[in-house]
T-cell receptor, first 116, second 113 residues
Framework: AQKITQTQPGMFVQEKEAVTLDCTYDTSDPSYGLFWYKQPSSGEMIFLIYQGSYDQQNATEGRYSLNFQKARKSANLVISASQLGDSAMYFCAMRGFTGGGNKLTFGTGTQLKVEL | KAGVTQTPRYLIKTRGQQVTLSCSPISGHRSVSWYQQTPGQGLQFLFEYFSETQRNKGNFPGRFSGRQFSNSRSEMNVSTLELGDSALYLC????????????FGSGTRLTVV
């Protein structure tokens, strides 16, 4: 079984500041992938970044980076230089690659609000 | 290229009715997964289809069913609707079973009254 925990229901950040959204996970699968998605009020889930469990380096995609600490089972999302358009719900998700099937397990999400 | 298309975008149904939702994956993607999102339960996996076969199923009652066609388009059906079925239903496609990422559609927002 897999479990994703996001302990921050809501976060506020000033425009142009960096923000870290926390995510911890639990799995018995030795090989897995971690994902972050953004969900604006329109409902669509927008893929942000992916980290494989055997990747040696932390993933980065533009202003998004993933702080992956395997031993601590954490996969925090860092957004640099926040913009007003970053205001949305953010979900951490994982997928196991051995026996887990092709499904994602999601956390409960963090609502991010970027302020002027 | 076109993204994942879900139709209809919004739907209002009465308790006891049935509903069919449609998902057209990205061209070339053979895996389609469905998720239910509610304020109380969050995002929950419904089922996954690959090459017209259901490969994985979440913990939902038999009223929830689905299928996939030879062109990879998928439909999900909910029979005997209950108020608790009101949710955003999201479809995701990926190229194949494996390590690939998932692309989600905009969802179908179902309201049961």
């Amino acid at each position: 079984a897999q479990k994703i925990t996001q302990t921050q229901p809501g976060m506020f950040v000033q425009e142009k500041e960096a923000v870290t959204l926390d995510c911890t996970y639990d799995t018995s699968d030795p090989s897995y992938g971690l994902f972050w998605y953004k969900q604006p009020s329109s409902g669509e889930m927008i893929f942000l970044i992916y980290q494989g469990s055997y990747d040696q380096q932390n993933a980065t995609e533009g202003r998004y980076s993933l702080n992956f600490q395997k031993a601590r089972k954490s996969a925090n999302l860092v957004i640099s230089a926040s913009q007003l358009g970053d205001s949305a719900m953010y979900f951490c998700a994982m997928r196991g690659f051995t026996g887990g099937g092709n499904k994602l397990t999601f956390g409960t999400g963090t609502q991010l609000k970027v302020e002027l | 290229k076109a993204g994942v298309t879900q139709t209809p975008r919004y739907l209002i149904k009465t308790r006891g009715q049935q509903v069919t939702l449609s998902c057209s994956p990205i061209s070339g993607h053979r895996s389609v997964s469905w998720y239910q999102q509610t304020p109380g339960q969050g995002l929950q996996f419904l089922f996954e289809y690959f090459s017209e076969t259901q490969r994985n199923k979440g913990n939902f009652p038999g009223r929830f069913s689905g299928r996939q066609f030879s062109n990879s388009r998928s439909e999900m059906n909910v029979s005997t609707l209950e108020l608790g079925d009101s949710a955003l239903y999201l479809c995701a496609s990926s190229p194949r079973q494996g390590r690939d990422g998932y692309t989600f559609g905009s969802g179908t927002r179902l309201t049961v009254v």
